[in-house]
């Protein structure tokens, strides 16, 4: 007796949205490099394509692979990470309304929250989201989101996706209103964690990272669970006009087609160097969530179909900072994350810049941090190059 089976994660990086072209049977979606479309008369466009802000060809297909990817009912690709996160606020939030954000989150996201949408009456509550007794505590009649970012950037928090679901349904529930619970997905990927399964409302993305995966574009993505959210994304993108061009969503849609062999690549890496890190003296700590010793190593293992390859970790100063990295051979000094190649920053002075001192202190970001994105290189080479810079070789 033949069973229906669904398509394994790894198919649908190859084969969700992405049909044979059906005018020349192309295997890979085309790069409609176009920026309008004929109409056969007027008012009677083709397949609903009138204008490239609006749809695109090449666009459509990797919102339809990222939805599939995400178990979501639509997604939508943007100019960046960042142009997702704007766009998710504006199509769900308003002035008086009350936010709860995870305290340990990308500083770009402290920057636009705190000094942009700040401005236009939303207030936001920082918290530590670990902690679902200070979560609940946080919301309040007029709070609308709970915008959790896990795997937290830099420190490595893991927050209970499932627990965190049902109090936003709680709160709903108390407010009268929609509590959306949404989830920044960039570090796991859904290769390792699907939060809207868990109940989340949206996952958010920078595609820059794990999604494209080879540090050469720059985009960002929604997915919403229902297709209600995803026809008012859809709105405010037209709107708004932040998307993703062509060229970059075919860069997007290649990189995926790997995204589960690479995360396998990442994640056994990963182990590696954090395990490495963890027992060499000249480190203090190493926040890694796949290592016994991180806080909520029980609720990854559990949430989480594996640990990924970011792993930051202390080394007690900030002049020990420099001299590591003046030492690395192999390991890039860069911003972002998520290529094939290992890159390593300062988050104090890189990726979190923007966060004040006492801020970035609160949340354990200390200028002596180091965040180290695990490439897929031999991890030999990793491991020698990482050796020789703690060692002073």
């Known amino acids: 007796m033949n069973e229906t089976r669904l398509p394994g994660f790894g198919t649908l990086c190859i084969h969700a949205g992405q049909e044979p072209e059906p005018v020349t049977g192309a295997v890979s979606v085309p790069i409609f490099q176009t920026s309008t479309y004929a109409q056969d008369a007027l008012g009677t466009p083709r397949a609903g394509f009138e204008y490239a802000r609006s749809k695109n060809p090449t666009r459509l297909a990797l919102e339809e692979l990222l939805a599939s990817l995400e178990g979501g009912a639509a997604g939508h690709a943007f100019a960046s990470g960042q142009a997702a996160t704007s766009t998710l606020a504006t199509a769900h939030l308003r002035s008086g309304d009350h936010v709860v954000v995870s305290r340990c989150s990308y500083g770009g996201t402290w920057r636009y929250f705190t000094k942009v949408l700040a401005n236009f009456g939303v207030a ?27 795997p937290a950037n830099p420190t490595m928090e893991i927050s209970d996706l499932a627990a965190l679901a049902t109090l936003a349904g709680e709160a709903s529930a108390r407010a009268g209103a929609k509590v959306r619970l949404v989830i920044d997905n960039t570090f796991a990927t859904p290769f390792f964690q699907r939060p809207l399964a868990l109940g989340a409302d949206a996952v958010v993305h920078s595609t820059t990272k794990y999604l494209n995966g080879h540090s050469d574009s720059i985009g960002g993505a929604i997915v919403s669970a229902t297709a209600e959210d995803g026809a008012r994304i859809a709105f405010v993108q037209n709107a708004a006009g932040a998307i993703l061009s062509p060229f970059d969503s075919f860069l997007v849609t290649r990189g995926i087609k790997t995204l589960a062999v690479r995360m396998r690549a990442h994640d056994e890496n990963g182990r590696a160097v954090a395990a490495f890190l963890a027992v060499h003296p000249a480190v203090k700590r190493v926040f890694y969530p796949g290592l016994p010793s991180h806080p909520q190593h029980a609720l990854a293992s559990r949430q989480m179909s594996g640990f990924g390859g970011m792993v930051s970790f202390d080394l007690g100063s900030p002049e020990a900072v420099p001299a590591f990295f003046g030492r690395l051979k192999l390991c890039t000094i860069a911003e972002s994350l998520g290529g094939v190649e290992t890159l390593v920053g300062q988050p104090a002075t890189m990726s979190h810049g923007s966060v004040p001192p006492d801020e970035r202190a609160a949340r354990g970001i200390t200028d002596g941090l180091v965040r180290l994105s695990v490439g897929i290189e031999d991890v030999d080479d990793l491991l020698a190059d990482v050796a020789r810079a703690l060692e002073g070789e």
Not at 135 to 146: E, F, N, Q, Y
């Open 124 to 150: 936001f509550s920082w918290v530590d989201t670990t902690d679902l007794d200070a979560v609940r505590a946080a919301i309040g009649p007029a709070t609308r989101m709970l915008f959790v970012e896990t």
